[in-house]
């Protein structure tokens, strides 16, 4: 098994639809990320948090410590959005933390219709 | 502002060939830097990670090797690739002992062996 499991692997929506991509760990983790990559390769962070929810936009950020799991949405989604979305957490360790090591998940390919 | 450059952007060479990937930071010091490898079809994974210079870390054992000869460079090297380093490469960095600071990726190499 996976440190780290997204779901789902695939989304295809329609334009203005609400989105919500799921990120499952199974280890300690002292920070997790939210990245974006584009169809040319480039990778964006999003979002990094250890607690509660962020939002950036129409992007929202959500993590629940207890659980393991965190979710990201997008609110009015948009063509522009189609990505690959990424999920990566930071371990709790000393080494990890100090060297802000991180374990990725496998993506979820996110495509938005007009 | 901060920067990170990766050249080239797409590289295909033969098998048994020599490789050099660079990687630069501009506008900041004392980052820690990573190379990370994305096969195809699968996630991140880190192959390198340095938190200082002429400091190396190693996460998987490999045909590749990194260097680390000035603050804000980071070189991905091999002596003779294998078709099994086709894949895409890219270079990040971090704000050192920064828990707080987030991943700035650079646009990527994707490299093709023959």
């Known amino acids: 098994k996976n440190e780290v499991e997204q779901s789902p692997q695939n989304l295809t929506a329609q334009e203005g639809e609400f989105i919500t991509i799921n990120c499952s760990y199974s280890?300690?983790?002292?920070?997790l990320h939210w990245l974006q990559q584009h169809p040319g390769g480039g990778i964006v962070s999003l979002f990094m948090?250890?607690?509660g929810k962020k939002k950036h936009g129409r992007l929202i950020a959500t993590i629940n410590i207890q659980e393991k799991h965190s979710s990201l949405h997008i609110t009015a989604s948009h063509p522009r959005d189609s990505a690959v979305y990424i999920c990566a957490v930071r371990g709790g360790g000393y080494e990890s933390q100090g060297a802000q090591k991180l374990v990725f998940g496998q993506g979820t390919r996110l495509t938005i219709n007009p | 502002s901060q920067t990170i450059h990766q050249w080239p952007a797409t590289l295909v060479q033969p098998v048994g060939s020599p490789l050099s990937l660079e990687c630069t930071v501009e506008?900041?010091?004392?980052?820690?830097l990573y190379w990370y490898r994305q096969a195809a079809g699968r996630g991140l994974q880190l192959l390198f990670y340095s938190v200082g210079i002429g400091q190396i870390s190693s996460e998987v054992p490999q045909n590749l090797s990194a260097s680390r000869p000035q603050d804000r460079q980071f070189i991905l090297s091999s002596k003779k690739l294998l078709l099994s380093d086709s894949g895409f490469y890219l270079c990040a960095w971090a704000r050192l002992s920064s828990y707080n600071s987030p991943l700035h990726f650079g646009n990527g190499t994707r490299l093709t062996v023959t």
């Open positions: 948090l250890s607690s």
């Open positions: 280890v300690g983790i002292s920070a």
């Open positions: 506008g900041t010091s004392n980052p820690n």
